[in-house]
């Protein structure tokens, strides 16, 4: 039973153009989503986060947006830069436990 | 960045024998977490811990086990390691209150042969 789906594996996109990063749940229960972000042979770091009553956050190049009815976030990254090429996870909470997606490999083309 | 180390870094187990990860945090933070980082699957918990020898099941606790006799350390045991086991261990610290938000280790790999 997937909570958090990421369907797009891998996104490639060229260097200024925007990132879209798609993510989607089935569990209602979830107050908070948050975005990760994972170089390799690095733990994952903290990205961006955006409460259940909220539909969108901003913090510099990055947005995350959330359509609660249609149970859908997405992040978006712009201008998109090569220093952003990394895995991106999306998660959801509840309390203290947070639910992973698979991850979605994102490649910025200079 | 928040104060986090994991050991080893790296090993290579037999399987069958008992193995021990380390997670030490310097933060203070009451909850400490284990995860499995595997292809396709993403991060999945593990066990985690809500206080000194309070601990409970994450997602795929089978053939784990964790202690935490310190709020500093967590330590994650194979009892008999098997080669389902290989993977990436994360070992994550949050503070009590805020937006689930977690603070991650640099990582262990661990491959059972």
């Known amino acids: 039973d997937q909570q958090v789906k990421q369907n797009s594996p891998s996104l490639s996109v060229q260097e200024g153009r925007i990132s879209i990063l798609n993510c989607d749940y089935t569990?209602?229960?979830?107050?908070?989503f948050l975005w990760y972000k994972k170089y390799p042979a690095e733990g994952p770091t903290f990205l961006i986060s955006?409460?259940?009553?909220?539909d969108k956050n901003e913090d510099g190049r990055f947005t995350v947006f959330l359509n609660k009815s249609a149970k859908h976030l997405s992040l978006h990254i712009v201008p998109s830069q090569p220093g952003d090429s990394a895995v991106y996870f999306c998660?959801?909470?509840?309390?203290?436990?947070?639910?992973f997606g698979a991850g979605t490999i994102l490649r910025v083309k200079s | 960045d928040a104060g986090i180390t994991q050991s080893p870094r790296h090993k290579v187990t037999e399987t069958g024998t008992p193995v021990t990860l380390r997670c030490h945090q310097t933060?203070?933070?009451?909850?400490m977490y284990w995860y499995r980082q595997d292809p396709g699957h993403g991060l999945r918990l593990i066990h985690y811990?809500?206080?000194?020898?309070?601990?409970d099941k994450g997602e795929v606790s089978d053939g784990y086990s964790v202690s935490r006799s310190k709020t500093e350390d967590f330590l994650l045991t194979l009892e008999s390691a098997t080669s389902s086991q290989t993977s990436v261990y994360f070992c994550?610290?949050?503070?009590?209150?805020?937006?689930?938000?977690?603070?991650f280790g640099p990582g262990t790999r661990l491959t059972v042969t």
């Open positions: 994550a610290i949050s503070p009590v209150g805020q937006s689930g938000e977690q603070y």
């Open positions: 569990n209602s229960m979830f107050d908070y």
């Open positions: 955006i409460s259940s009553i909220k």
């Open positions: 998660a959801g909470t509840g309390g203290n436990k947070l639910v």
């Open positions: 933060e203070n933070h009451r909850y």
């Open positions: 811990s809500y206080g000194v020898k309070d601990t």
